[in-house]
């Protein structure tokens, strides 16, 4: 019985390692908190904060770790940005070899 509680508690430890290294979750302000996927398992921007009108896109779109994730589909999908805006702003960060 004590090996299974053992083997129940690491298990649970392990789970949440994984979930903490491999998923960002993001608050936009209300109710409205996305989780995406990273590409690397890093604890780097795992929680970030954009209820403040401070964070424009383009401060978003800056996080290279995010940016890689696919932030900006996420800013299109809730409103926050339109289509021709998301290509503006990644062309951009590509010209200046983000």
């Not at 789970?15 to 608050?27: K, R, S």
């Not at 383009?58 to 995010?66: E, F, N, Q």
Request: aromatic share 12%.
């Amino acid at each position: 019985m004590e090996l299974v509680k053992k083997i129940l508690l690491w298990g649970s430890l392990a789970g949440v390692l994984y979930l903490l290294l491999g998923f960002h979750y993001i608050y936009f302000g209300g109710r409205t908190v996305k989780v995406i996927k990273k590409t690397k398992y890093t604890l780097v921007e795992t929680f970030s904060d954009f209820s403040s009108e401070m964070m424009t896109n383009r401060k978003i779109l800056k996080i290279d770790a995010l940016r890689e994730a696919g932030i900006a589909d996420v800013l299109v999908d809730i409103g926050r940005m339109t289509e021709d805006q998301k290509e503006k702003i990644l062309a951009e960060f590509e010209e200046e070899g983000y």
